[in-house]
C-alpha cells in the first residue's frame, strides 16, 4: 500500500511539473508577442512607415517594366514576368517565393485561319469584311505576338443568316424582343452592343433565344465620353478598335475541365465537349467602324425606345435582317478559335507571423492581360508589387506581422479566374480553417474620379478608419483625407453620412475565396463619376490601345491615385495581420442583414395576393435577423471586455471573428450554380460583375409571374426564405459564448 501511494505521489508530481511547463511554454509563446503587439501607438507608428514608404514613382517604373511586352496566359512572356515577379519578392525579403502551376484549358485564335464578320450577296459573295486586327499605338507598331480581338472560348463555327440587333442582350432586352414585339432570335444572329452586364451573360441569353451566333461590338454611346479624342489624342476608344474577353458561364467552377478540382497532372478531366460554360454558338468582338456597316441597312422594326439607340450614324433598326434592295443580304461568322489544355503560373510569397503563423491574410491580384495591361490588371499588379517591397522594408528592420500574409500573382483570370480559382481549390481545407481574410489587387484604377470600395459588412469601419488616414489624392481635397474626398463625391444612397461601398459581385479573383470559401474579402481601387459618366467603364478597356502611355498622359500622370490605392490596400493587409484582435464589425453585418431583408420583402410585396394565396411569410427570416443582430450586439460587448494578455480568450474571440463568414456558407450552393455557396451574396445570374443580396430568394422571384406553374415557382420562393432564415440563425449561433 505505500509503494502504490508512493508511485501515486510520484505521478502527481510528474503532472503538475508537466502542466507547469506546458502552462509555461503557452505563456512564453503567446503573452510576450501580445506585449509587444498591444499598443496600438506603436502599431500605427509602423503602419505609419508601411505607407509613408509607399512611392508613386516605384508604382509608375514597375507599370512601365511590366507593359513592355504582352503577356498573355499560357505565353512564355506571362512565364518571364511570373519569373521577374518571383525574383524581385525574394530581393525585397519575402520569406518565400515560388511558382505554382495548373494545366487548365484556354482558348486562342487560330494563327492560320483568321477570325472574321462578313457580308454576303444574294450569290454567296463576300461584299464587305470585318477587320482582323487592331492598328498598333504608337511605339508598338514593332511588337510581336499582339493576340488579335477574339472572345475566349467561343464555339468554332461558319453560321450564317439574317441579323437582329439585340441592344446590350440584357434578359429584358429579350423580354422585349420576343414578348413585346414578337421577334424571335431563333436561327438568326445577334448584334449586340457591350456594356451594362457581364459578356458571358449576353452569350447565355443569345444561346436561350435561339440565336446561332452574336457579334459583340462597342458603341460610342457606351465608350466615348463627350469632348474626348479617341486614342492616342485622348482616352477615348478608336472606331478600329475592339474589346477582347472570355465568354464562359462558369458560376465559379475554375478551370472547365475540372470544375471543383485544382487541374493538377493526377485530375481526371471531363472530356472538351463536357467543359463547363463553354458556349455552344460563335461569339466575335468588331470595333464600332465595323459594326456601322452591319447595322446600317438593317431593316424590320424600328426601335421600341431610345434606351435602344447608340451613337453611330445608323437608324439602329431591330432586324431581322436587311432592308430595300439589300433584302437578300446575309451575314456569316467566320470563327476558328482553339481551345487547348496549357500551363499556368501562379506566383506565391509569404511572410511568416510571429505570433499566430497559422493565421493568413492574403493579398492577391492578376498578372496576364488581354495585350499590354496597361490598365487592366497592371495597375494593380504594380501596386501589388510595391506594398510587397515595402513589407519586405518592414521585415528588413526587425518587424514582423503577427499573421501570416500571403502575395499571390494570379494567372489566367482573363479565361475565367482560373489561376486563384485552381490554387483556392487546392489549398481549399487549409484556407477554410486557417484564412483571415482576401485583399484583392486587380486594377488599380478605371477612372480618376473618387475611390471605389465593394467588400464584405465586416470591413466596412476598418475601411472608413484606414481611409480617413490617407491623403486625398484629388484635387481640390489636398488638405483633405481619402474619406473626405470620398464622402463628398459619392456618398451611399442609404445614409448620407458614410461613402458609398458595394456588394461584392464577381469578375475578379476574390470570387473562390468569398462566394466559395466564405473568406472576408474586399476590393478598393479608383473609379469613375457614376453620376455623369455614363459609358462603360474606361473606353479602351481589354484593346491593344490599353498601354504605359495611357495611364501616363491621361488616367494618372502623377501616379497619386494608384498610390492612394497602395495605401490602403497595405493599410488593409497590414491591420488584419498584425492588430491584436481581428478588425471586423459584425453589427455592421447585422444592419446590413436588416436592410438586404427589407429590400428582400419589398420586391415580394409587389405580389401582395400571391404572397397571401400560397402563404409565404417572411416572418422567419425577419426574425433570423433579429436574433442575429442581438447576438453580434452581445459579441462586441464581450469583445471590449476580453483579456488581451491571455492567449486563449483572444483567440477564442478572433476565431469566431474570422469564422462568421464561412457560417454563411451552404455547401449545397445555389441552385444550378453549386459553386457560389454564399447565402447572403452572389453574383447576379443575369450580371456576373453585380452583387446580389439573397440571391436565392431574388433568383426564386425574377419573372414569377410568367413562371408557367404560380404554385411551384412560389414554393421555390418559400424554400429558399427557409435556407435563408436557417443561415442566419446558425451564424448567430456561432457568435455566442458557449452553445
Not at 424590320?300 to 439602329?316: C, E, M
Not at 490596400?569 to 478588425?583: K, W
Not at 425574377?702 to 404554385?711: L, S
Request: proline residues 6%; charged residues 20%.
Amino acid at each position: 500500500m505505500a509503494t502504490s501511494r508512493g508511485r501515486l505521489s510520484l505521478w502527481v508530481c510528474l503532472a503538475a511539473a508537466l502542466a507547469s511547463f506546458l502552462a509555461g511554454f503557452l505563456v512564453g509563446w503567446f503573452v510576450k508577442p501580445l506585449k509587444e503587439a498591444t499598443p496600438r501607438a506603436q502599431d500605427q507608428s509602423i503602419r505609419g512607415q508601411l505607407v509613408s514608404e509607399m512611392n508613386a514613382g516605384n508604382i509608375k517604373s514597375f507599370l512601365r517594366s511590366f507593359t513592355k511586352l504582352p503577356h498573355l496566359a499560357g505565353t512564355e512572356q506571362n512565364l518571364l514576368l511570373a519569373k521577374k515577379i518571383q525574383t524581385q519578392w525574394e530581393k525585397f525579403g519575402l520569406d518565400s517565393a515560388s511558382l505554382v502551376h495548373y494545366d487548365v484549358l484556354l482558348s486562342y485564335p487560330n494563327e492560320t485561319q483568321a477570325n472574321y464578320i462578313s457580308i454576303l450577296d444574294e450569290s454567296g459573295i463576300e461584299i464587305f469584311k470585318t477587320s482582323y486586327l487592331e492598328p498598333p499605338p504608337d511605339g508598338y507598331e514593332n511588337v510581336t505576338n499582339v493576340i488579335p480581338p477574339y472572345n475566349a472560348f467561343s464555339a468554332q463555327g461558319t453560321p450564317e443568316g439574317e441579323l437582329v440587333y439585340v441592344n446590350y442582350a440584357r434578359t429584358e432586352d429579350f423580354f422585349k424582343l420576343e414578348r413585346e414585339m414578337g421577334i424571335s432570335c431563333t436561327g438568326r444572329i445577334a448584334i449586340a452592343r457591350y456594356g451594362k452586364i457581364f459578356r458571358g451573360n449576353k452569350v447565355k441569353n443569345a444561346v436561350l433565344a435561339g440565336a446561332i451566333g452574336i457579334i459583340l461590338y462597342s458603341d460610342p454611346a457606351d465608350y466615348s465620353a463627350p469632348g474626348i479624342q479617341p486614342y492616342p489624342k485622348g482616352w477615348n476608344l478608336p472606331g478600329t478598335a475592339a474589346q477582347r474577353g472570355n465568354v464562359l458561364n462558369l458560376n465559379g467552377a475554375g478551370d472547365p475541365l475540372t470544375p471543383g478540382y485544382p487541374a493538377k497532372e493526377y485530375t481526371f478531366r471531363l472530356s472538351a465537349d463536357e467543359g463547363v460554360g463553354i458556349p455552344h454558338i460563335p461569339v466575335h468582338p468588331i470595333g464600332y467602324n465595323d459594326a456601322e456597316v452591319l447595322l446600317r441597312h438593317l431593316g424590320g422594326s424600328p426601335l421600341p425606345d431610345d434606351s435602344w439607340k447608340g451613337t453611330l450614324n445608323v437608324p439602329y433598326n431591330i432586324g431581322p435582317g436587311f432592308m430595300g434592295n439589300n433584302s437578300f443580304r446575309k451575314v456569316r461568322m467566320h470563327v476558328h478559335n482553339i481551345n487547348k489544355v496549357t500551363r499556368i503560373y501562379n506566383v506565391i510569397g509569404t511572410i511568416r507571423g510571429s505570433v499566430e503563423p497559422d493565421r493568413y491574410v492574403i493579398l492577391g491580384g492578376h498578372r496576364d492581360s488581354w495585350v499590354f495591361g496597361g490598365i487592366d490588371p497592371t495597375t494593380g499588379t504594380a501596386v501589388l508589387q510595391e506594398i510587397a517591397r515595402c513589407f519586405g522594408k518592414l521585415i528588413s528592420i526587425g518587424w514582423r506581422p503577427r499573421r501570416t500574409i500571403i502575395f499571390a500573382s494570379w494567372d489566367a483570370e482573363e479565361f475565367g479566374l482560373l489561376g486563384s480559382t485552381e490554387w483556392a481549390e487546392e489549398n481549399a481545407k487549409v484556407l477554410q480553417e486557417r484564412s483571415i481574410a482576401y485583399i484583392n489587387s486587380d486594377s488599380s484604377i478605371e477612372g480618376n474620379y473618387t475611390l471605389r470600395v465593394d467588400c464584405t459588412p465586416l470591413l466596412y469601419q476598418l475601411v472608413y478608419q484606414l481611409a480617413k488616414e490617407i491623403s486625398s489624392p484629388d484635387d481640390g481635397f489636398e488638405s483633405k483625407s481619402l474619406y473626405e474626398s470620398w464622402l463628398e463625391k459619392d456618398p451611399s444612397p442609404e445614409n448620407k453620412d458614410f461613402p458609398r461601398i458595394n456588394k461584392l459581385g464577381s469578375g475578379s479573383d476574390f470570387e473562390a475565396y468569398f462566394q466559395r470559401l466564405g473568406i472576408a474579402s474586399g476590393r478598393v481601387r479608383y473609379t469613375k463619376n457614376r453620376k455623369t459618366d455614363k459609358y462603360s467603364n474606361y473606353p479602351v478597356y481589354h484593346t491593344i490601345y490599353e498601354t504605359f502611355e495611357l495611364v501616363e498622359q491621361f488616367y494618372d500622370p502623377t501616379f497619386k491615385k494608384q498610390l492612394s490605392v497602395a495605401q490602403l490596400r497595405g493599410a488593409l493587409v497590414y491591420e488584419l495581420a498584425d492588430s491584436t484582435i481581428i478588425p471586423f464589425n459584425i453589427q455592421d453585418y447585422a444592419k446590413a442583414l436588416r436592410s438586404y431583408a427589407a429590400s428582400i420583402f419589398n420586391v415580394a410585396k409587389k405580389h401582395d395576393q400571391q404572397l397571401r394565396e400560397y402563404e409565404v411569410s417572411f416572418e422567419y427570416l425577419f426574425s433570423a435577423v433579429k436574433n442575429f443582430s442581438e447576438a453580434a450586439s452581445d459579441f462586441h460587448r464581450r469583445l471590449t471586455q476580453v483579456d488581451l494578455t491571455d492567449p486563449l480568450a483572444v483567440r477564442m474571440m478572433n476565431d469566431q471573428l474570422m469564422l462568421l463568414e464561412r457560417a454563411f456558407i451552404d455547401p449545397l450552393g445555389l441552385p444550378g450554380r453549386q459553386f457560389y455557396r454564399h447565402i447572403i451574396f452572389a453574383p447576379s445570374s443575369h450580371n456576373k460583375y453585380a452583387g446580389e443580396s439573397f440571391p436565392g430568394i431574388y433568383d426564386a422571384m425574377f419573372d414569377i409571374a410568367n413562371k408557367a406553374d404560380p404554385h411551384l415557382a412560389w414554393t421555390e420562393v418559400k424554400k429558399h426564405i427557409s435556407i435563408a432564415a436557417f443561415t442566419i440563425q446558425a451564424a448567430a449561433g456561432t457568435l455566442k459564448e458557449v452553445i
